[in-house]
């Protein structure tokens, strides 16, 4: 009879969602994210809940990590990247906080481009605030929580590896040092190789920043002199040139 009760109520919660545009993807599906199955083998999560264009996750593109508190160099370099990935048309990956991710974001979606959000706040409520883009198929938003929950710092962290892995580059605009999500998500993609890790460099840029730098980050210059739609270009090339640069274990 309980287990009856909870079944019913399950369904009544994802017909909910269902109406909201909120849809569940599990690991079993075919359509999960590969990248995911792929970096974080069994540590990948189980279920996710999106909204909007499922197609982006994973797509070519570039995440952007950082502080919502930005000097203007860190806001421009924020807004930079975004605008590149909607000239060049990479898929913008963020977190969807205040601060870098929306600046990076809105610049993207500005640009024509596209952009994913990975939430460790309420989904729900986000639905409501990007109809638009969600609607023209620009936007996905995503996360491995509940789409009801609100922030907290343990889902900030624990969802900061699934911006990174979803990605093919990855730019830190700013770090604090040896604490917070930022620096968090930085020095784990660095010691696990997932993907080339580029850090803001510039002269007053944050001790984080010069710390994660030491710790084999790839600098990545202020202003960035070369026309936006080359960046992934200047990704590339840059990440390739590096001796220590991550690669896939040869399997035969």
Known sequence: ??????????????NRLESLGIHPLTRADSDYPEKYRQRLKDSAPAVLFYA??????????????????????????ARFVGNACGLSGQVLYSGGAKGVDTLSMESALEARGTAVGVL????????RSRKEAL?????????PYSPNAGFSVGAAMGRNRLIYTLADYAIVVASDAET????????????????PVFVLEHEQMPEGNKLLLQKGALAFPHPFKEPPVKLPEWLKEKAASLPSQPSQPNLF
């Open 180 to 195: 917070g999500g930022t620096w968090a998500g930085a020095t784990e993609t660095l010691k696990n190789g997932w993907v």
């Open 135 to 143: 609607k023209r198929g620009d936007l996905c938003l995503v996360t």
């Open 1 to 14: 009879m309980q287990l009856a009760e909870r079944t019913n109520n399950l369904q009544h919660e994802l």
């Open 120 to 127: 460790s706040d309420s989904l729900t409520r986000a639905v």
């Open 52 to 77: 909007g264009e499922k197609a982006l996750l994973g797509q070519p593109g570039i995440a952007v990590v950082g502080s919502r508190h930005l000097d203007e160099a860190g806001q421009e370099c």
